[in-house]
C-alpha cells in the first residue's frame, strides 16, 4: 500500500523558514508528478508547488521567488523549502504525488502557522 508521509510543519513567524518534506513508501514504481497543495480554512486545496520526474517545476504566483520544490527519485522524496513566510501562507499543506497511471496519492497533511 503507498502512503506519503510529510514532516517538517509548525510554527514561525512572519519572514521565517520551514522545510517541509514528503516520503513515499509501499511502491517500486517512481511517480510522475510530485508536489505540495495547502487548504486554508474556509478556502478551497489549492496547488502551490510541483515538480515532474525530469525535475521541471512549476509555482502558484503567490509563492513564487519564496517556495523552491525538489526532489529525490532515488529515495521518491518531494521537498518544500518555503522562505519569506507570511501569514497568508498559514495552512495545512498536503505532498502529493501521481503514479504513472495517473493515480492520486495524498499525505495526511502538516500544519504550518505563521505568525504576524
Known sequence: QVQLVESGGGLV?????????CAASGTIFRFNVMGWYRQAPGRQRELVAVIS?????????SVKGRFTISRDNAKNTVSLQMNSLKPEDTAVYYCNAKSPLGRDFWGQGTQVTVSS
Do not use: F, P, V
Not at 13 to 21: C, E, N, P, T
Not at 53 to 59: D, L, N, Q, V
Open 13 to 21: 513567524q512572519s519572514g521565517g523558514s520551514l522545510r517541509l518534506s
Open 53 to 61: 520526474s525530469g525535475e521541471t517545476t512549476g509555482y502558484a504566483d
